[in-house]
């Protein structure tokens, strides 16, 4: 009878193999990697790689969503400490900044090649960035209430705008321009911000 495997271990060699293939995928382009290169990599067997994954595919898009559950987890928690509005968003901001330095390499595979079927999470992508703008809806809501912003703002836009803050101008400096923006510069973004929906009192 083969020992039982560990759930710990189980997930560790997941990850194992999942940072292996964002390595491969952002070395050389998608459809030139091979599994076995992969499995490699990751110092696992093929059939081990099998085990997890039934395809370069559905291991690219396992990439790509176990980074956005991490950062999902991440936006969360960021929502549960009790901090007035102008202070949750800027904690955002910061955790965001903190997990796009820290897990750049899966962040890279959203700009670089990636397979012709990856319309097929469209639908997955859609959901879980309504669920960020629904959270920061939430927090500029509640900034209304107490009186810290502006009453007659557009809160799905500024909402939509909060997200890009963090999305195209945070990651796109540490992706596409190589940047490690600090504090000074999150400072700067969210002073922009706030400038646009804070309270005119």
Same mark, same amino acid.
């Given at each position: *009878? %083969?020992?039982?495997?560990?759930?710990? !271990?189980?997930?560790?060699?997941?990850?194992?193999?999942?940072?292996?293939?964002?390595? #491969?995928?952002?070395?050389?382009? @998608? +459809?030139?990697?091979? *599994?076995? !290169?992969?499995?490699?990599?990751?110092?696992? &067997?093929?059939?081990?790689?099998?085990?997890? @994954? %039934?395809?370069?595919?559905?291991?690219?898009?396992? %990439?790509?969503?176990?980074?956005?559950?991490?950062?999902?987890?991440?936006?969360?928690?960021?929502?549960?400490?009790? $901090?007035?509005?102008?202070?949750?968003?800027?904690?955002?901001?910061?955790v965001n900044l903190e997990f796009?330095?820290?897990?750049?390499?899966?962040?890279?595979?959203?700009?670089?090649?990636?397979?012709?079927?990856?319309?097929? #999470?469209?639908?997955? @992508?859609?959901? $879980?960035?309504?669920?960020?703008?629904? &959270?920061?809806?939430?927090?500029? =809501?509640?900034?209304? =209430? !107490? &009186? /810290?912003?502006?009453?007659?703002? /557009?809160?799905? *836009?500024?909402?939509?705008?909060?997200?890009?803050?963090?999305?195209?101008?945070?990651? &796109?400096?540490?992706?596409? /321009?190589?940047?490690?923006?600090?504090?000074?510069?999150?400072?700067?973004?969210?002073?922009? @911000?706030?400038?646009?929906?804070?309270? +005119?009192?």
């Amino acid at each position: *009878m %083969s020992p039982k495997t560990n759930p710990g !271990e189980k997930s560790s060699k997941k990850e194992q193999i999942l940072q292996a293939a964002v390595e #491969m995928f952002l070395e050389r382009e @998608f +459809y030139v990697v091979k *599994m076995e !290169e992969i499995a490699e990599h990751a110092n696992v &067997g093929k059939g081990t790689l099998y085990e997890y @994954f %039934s395809n370069k595919e559905d291991l690219f898009k396992e %990439s790509i969503s176990y980074w956005m559950e991490k950062y999902l987890q991440n936006f969360n928690e960021s929502l549960k400490a009790a $901090r007035n509005a102008r202070e949750t968003l800027y904690h955002i901001m910061k955790v965001n900044l903190e997990f796009l330095q820290e897990n750049s390499p899966w962040i890279g595979l959203l700009y670089n090649e990636r397979p012709s079927n990856m319309y097929e #999470m469209s639908n997955w @992508f859609i959901e $879980r960035r309504q669920h960020l703008l629904q &959270g920061i809806s939430g927090i500029i =809501q509640s900034g209304i =209430q !107490e &009186g /810290d912003i502006r009453p007659d703002l /557009d809160i799905e *836009m500024a909402s939509r705008m909060f997200l890009a803050l963090n999305y195209v101008v945070m990651g &796109g400096m540490i992706i596409l /321009d190589g940047k490690k923006p600090g504090e000074e510069e999150l400072e700067s973004v969210m002073e922009l @911000f706030w400038k646009g929906v804070g309270s +005119y009192e």
